[in-house]
């Protein structure tokens, strides 16, 4: 028999190789994340497209990258308001086809809030958190997110874009838990619950 040539790679399996990385090394914080890890690891596989193609829903399903920025010094974390969403949520947008989500977070936050991205040292280059949300209002779609965490002091913010945003705020994550669930991004509290274990941790070794 004539020899077979394998097939050819198709031109995305590296990249999303990589994304199946990432959110396989996300430790999942409660069931709800467990469950989100799980569908985020099966659209993944299913080879369905993964990023934004058109404004606001098409594909109904893509990828975004969250960044939180922490304070560490003020024990602060920055929360923007979001004139389309109508909530206090993480700066953040959508990854680009071709791009790494981490190179996502380097790009929002230089056009977003001013600064270079700098990584905290709990996380690195690496989601803390990720989870799968329907958004609200016109254009509806699902947002698979990964939650990055950004080091930076607060007095160094001194803009941001206004076209996305209506204000900044620097809130202690005990203020954060505060807040009511109606004003944040619906997975605000259980990312800061996540992050002060984190911070535990970090500070007990």
Request: glycine fraction near 6%.
């Amino acid at each position: 028999m004539p020899p077979t040539n394998p097939p050819l790679p198709r031109h995305d399996d590296q990249p999303r190789a990589h994304l199946l990385g990432l959110v396989g090394a996300v430790e999942a914080w409660d069931d709800l994340e467990r469950i989100h890890l799980t569908n985020a690891t099966q659209w993944i596989s299913s080879g369905a497209h993964l990023h934004r193609l058109r404004k606001p829903d098409v594909p109904a399903m893509h990828l975004v990258s969250y960044f939180v920025v922490l304070d560490d010094i003020r024990g602060q974390l920055l929360l923007v308001a979001h004139r389309k969403a109508g909530l206090w949520l993480p700066a953040g947008g959508h990854v680009e086809p071709g791009e790494d989500p981490w190179t996502t977070v380097v790009r929002e936050c230089h056009e977003e809030l001013g600064i270079q991205a700098q990584a905290s040292p709990i996380t690195g280059e690496f989601p803390l958190f990720l989870t799968v949300t329907r958004t609200r209002g016109q254009g509806s779609h699902t947002d698979v997110s990964l939650w990055y965490l950004l080091d930076a002091d607060a007095d160094t913010i001194t803009s941001y874009d206004e076209d996305e945003f209506d204000a900044i705020r620097w809130l202690t994550p005990e203020q954060v838990l505060e807040e009511s669930h109606e004003l944040l991004d619906p997975h605000m509290h259980r990312f800061t619950h996540k992050l002060q274990r984190a911070q535990t941790r970090r500070h007990s070794r």
